[in-house]
């Protein structure tokens, strides 16, 4: 089975962290991932994606111009790539910060409110454990526990001690998807 997932937002949501431990987790697994990010002066608050394929079988190219999975969380995100979803595919928005919600009966769509949560949480920075979290639900791409291995593997010890509460917060992103 192959994934093939776009993740992007403005810079500092944490899309390309997504992705990047979404890949990881892939890898933790045995499973084939690509991870190409795109990003320049979209660190500082401009757009930034970041393409993640996770595969049983070899992949065969990086780029793609249509995806399984869109996770969009802005409308200029929303515009870019919704139209590159592909029919039967999972679109995923964070409902804040999206002024037109996406118009489209051939694909399955998700509104979460992934910032409310985080807000919820008090930790702004789960947010994009959240968003995967929803993703984890409606495309079970990678588990839990290989995520779980990645974060330990990925990031540094002394962030280790955050782990738990990332965990928490993909739990909390699960259930948000109705």
């Given amino acids: 089975m192959k994934t093939e997932i776009i993740i ?18 892939g890898l933790m697994e045995g499973k084939e991932v690509t991870w190409m990010p795109a990003y ?5 608050g401009g757009t930034a994606n970041v393409t993640v394929i996770v595969s049983d079988d070899r ?4 780029v793609l111009s249509k995806y399984d999975v869109a996770i969009v969380l802005n409308q200029p ?11 039967g595919g999972i679109l995923i928005y964070d409902g804040y910060g999206i002024l037109n919600p996406p118009q489209r009966d051939d694909i399955h769509v998700y509104a979460i409110n992934a910032m409310d949560k985080a807000a919820e949480m008090k930790n702004a920075k789960v947010f994009n454990m ?10 079970p791409v990678v588990s839990t526990e290989g995520l779980q291995k990645a ?9 280790h001690g955050l782990i738990p509460l990332n965990m928490q917060a993909v739990e909390e992103g699960m259930k948000l998807i109705k």
């Fill in 8 to 25: 992007s937002g403005f810079g500092g949501q944490g899309v390309l962290s997504m992705g990047k431990i979404l890949a990881y987790s």
């Fill in 40 to 44: 320049g002066p979209e660190q500082r």
């Fill in 59 to 62: 992949i065969s190219s990086p």
């Fill in 77 to 87: 995100s929303l515009d870019k790539f919704l139209p590159r979803v592909k029919p």
């Fill in 130 to 139: 959240i968003v995967l979290g929803a993703l984890l639900r409606v495309c």
């Fill in 151 to 159: 974060l330990y593997k990925s990031l540094p010890e002394r962030h």
